[in-house]
């Protein structure tokens, strides 16, 4: 009998979300938000799609592997080949999952599939055999369940679950369900699937109408025990349902919701910086629970209010979430104990050697500008330990010729294996000439989909950040650069798409 009062937290952000336009993230980017996801105590991590590639095997065995605590699941079409494949590479942890999934809506049926519904009830229940007899925790998901016949769906679950499934999810895959509509579809499901007081009822939420969230909480109030989502919600088009906003929505609703959950909100801060800085994917300042101004108060009246009393105006704490309280760092004069401290309350424990690294950064960086905050500590971070994309070229050195009355020119030396590469041109602006520069020495055709530049701190001095996408060859790849000097941020994050592209 499943427990029906505790909300079990499934993150796809190493599946659904990785699917994001531009996403791409390497193994070792994965391990580190799988490390992360297991701080903050999820009850399960879908790592990828073994089937997908065999980057995607590779990520997810490694996952199972190295990652303990929350269960690992792979994700599998329901046919024979993927979930062989699936539970290969998760078999290596020691609570696997096998998600298998089929489509139920008419239209995917039809136009997709080209089958009749009593086919992919028959595909589905040998699918979930099939894993059952490989792995004892399979999941089934009802692709397009949002825009499925409720009937249809009653009849399939029954049916998946006689066949063994544990876990049974109803997807919105196209985010087009309202919520009252989608808790009748979770009530409707409670009450007419045989053998349903057995297994978790799942529901995975998409974002297309902004529903996400709140579609994934009418679920829950209407017997939903699992949900998915992603941490900042990224996933396919406008993303999935955000991790933080479901979980501090139950924390923070107690009251309302009366569910328990295992999680660990101290670290959603954390893994909402890791997830933005890996993926290159700026989150938006007022985003719920982990935006730049989520705790800022800016009106007088507001302001006047939280001196007196923090509860006029914040419902929940920013130490609640993990999010750094004061914004000052350490200056010029701050030693490497403090740093390490420092860095410790951001929920970095560092060795030895990584905090050597990192102090002599920050000792540049301080010389450079007079306040160090946390933001440029992250950058320092993000540069020197979490995992790097290799480097298949690196910025050696730069010049750039502007101004009012002269046509852009920008000289660069670009080192690679084979030595370095030298050469210059001329551009619109001085990072367009850059650009330009980088693409007649690496001979790479790219093309500029996305650019953001932003200081990382509010001041003067701040450093830059650039994030942006190249396209080559069809598919998009993500880079970041900091510098304090946004030239060289610039160059600095064309050069890391383009090491992703080789990392491929
Ligand atoms: O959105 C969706 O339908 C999915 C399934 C594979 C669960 O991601
Ligand atoms: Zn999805």
Do not use: W
């Amino acid at each position: 009998m499943v427990d029906k009062n505790r909300i079990k937290i499934f993150d796809t952000t190493l599946r659904d979300g990785e699917q994001s336009p531009g996403a791409s993230l390497n193994e070792d980017e994965k391990i580190e938000i799988a490390k992360q996801l297991a701080r903050l105590k999820v009850d399960v991590i879908e790592a990828g799609f073994p089937i997908a590639s065999p980057g995607d095997f590779e990520a997810v065995k490694r996952i199972a592997r190295e990652v303990k605590g929350p269960a690992i699941a792979g994700l599998a079409r329901a046919r024979k080949i993927d979930i062989e494949r699936a539970y290969e590479a998760v078999k290596y942890s020691d609570r696997p999952r096998i998600h298998t999934f089929i489509a139920t809506s008419p239209i995917h049926m039809e136009r997709k599939l080209g089958l009749t519904p009593d086919q992919v009830i028959e595909q589905a229940v040998e699918a979930v055999k099939f894993a059952k007899s490989l792995c004892n925790d399979v999941e089934f998901s009802a692709e397009d369940a949002g825009r499925s016949d409720p009937e249809f769906l009653y009849k399939i679950f029954t049916e998946v679950i006689k066949a063994g499934a544990t876990v049974i999810n109803v997807p919105d895959t196209v985010g087009y369900t309202q919520p009252e509509e989608f808790g009748a579809l979770i009530r409707g499901i409670r009450e007419n699937v045989e053998g349903v007081e057995n297994v978790d009822i799942s529901v995975h939420c998409h974002n297309d109408l902004g529903l996400a969230t709140a579609n994934s909480l009418a679920g829950v109030l209407n017997g939903a025990t699992q949900v998915e989502c992603t941490i900042n919600g990224i996933g396919e088009r406008a993303g999935n349902a955000s991790l933080e906003e479901i979980v501090m929505n139950l924390v923070t609703r107690k009251d309302y919701f009366q569910k328990e959950i295992g999680i660990d909100t101290t670290q959603l801060y954390p893994a909402s910086r890791l997830v933005s800085r890996l993926t290159g994917f700026v989150v938006q300042p007022n985003k719920a629970i982990v935006g730049a101004n989520a705790f800022a108060h800016e009106a007088g009246i507001h302001q006047d209010g939280v001196i007196k009393d923090k509860r006029t105006y914040e419902i929940m704490t920013p130490e609640s979430v993990g999010f750094p309280g004061t914004k000052l760092v350490l200056g010029k004069h701050s030693g490497r104990h403090a740093l390490y401290e420092r860095l410790k309350e951001l929920g970095y424990d560092l060795t030895n050697e990584q905090l050597n690294l990192i102090f002599s950064r920050f000792k540049e960086l301080a010389d450079k500008k007079k306040e160090v905050l946390v933001e440029d500590l992250e950058a320092i971070l993000t540069e020197e330990i979490l995992p790097k994309v290799p480097e298949k070229y690196s910025l050696e050195y730069f010049q750039v010729v502007t101004g009012s009355t002269t046509i852009p020119v920008a000289t660069l030396e670009i080192a690679e294996e084979n030595g370095l590469l030298r050469d210059a041109s001329i551009g619109n602006g001085p990072v367009d000439a850059v650009f330009k520069a980088i693409e007649r020495v690496t001979g790479i055709k790219a093309r500029l989909t996305n650019y953001v530049i932003k200081a990382i701190t509010g001041s003067k001095d701040a450093q830059g950040e650039v994030s942006l996408e190249l396209e080559i060859e069809g598919k998009s790849y993500s880079g970041k650069g900091v510098s304090t000097d946004i030239i060289e941020a610039s160059a600095k994050a064309y050069i890391n798409a383009l090491n992703r592209y080789f990392v491929k």
